[in-house]
């Protein structure tokens, strides 16, 4: 069973830094492909980026690109989101998932597996 378990999600003031983790301390993630997702306040879940499970092959929202790297450490189990120049809309709760398949996966329904997400909130 995977059990995801992201952190690393604060306070932060706009044009700041956070770096989301996501690992799995039970089993290796180096068959998985790994999105992180976000969720605003009243508002529904959405993909932001993914990643596939060798790392060759990554995607992002156009509303992140430029501003976020998703990366990922097959050996610590870890799966990375450094989010720079961050934005009041980026606030939200920030999930990831895995799914044990090869490609990138940007749809919610293609995941298996959830984390129980980290809150992010950008503000002044």
């Known amino acids: 069973q995977v059990q995801l378990a992201e952190s690393g999600g604060r306070l932060v003031q706009p044009g700041g830094s956070l770096r989301l983790s996501c690992v799995d301390s039970?089993?290796?993630?180096?068959?998985?492909?790994m999105g992180w997702f976000r969720q605003a306040p009243g508002k529904d879940r959405t993909y932001v980026s993914a990643i596939s499970a060798s790392g060759v092959l990554i995607d992002y929202e156009d509303s992140v690109k430029g501003r976020f790297t998703i990366s990922r450490d097959n050996a610590r189990n870890t799966v990375y989101l450094q989010m720079n120049s961050l934005k009041p809309e980026d606030t939200g709760v920030y999930y990831c998932a895995a799914v044990q398949r090869s490609g990138i996966w940007l749809m919610e329904s293609s995941y298996d597996y959830w984390g129980q997400g980290t809150q992010v909130t950008v503000s002044s």
């Open positions: 039970g089993r290796s993630l180096s068959t998985y492909a």
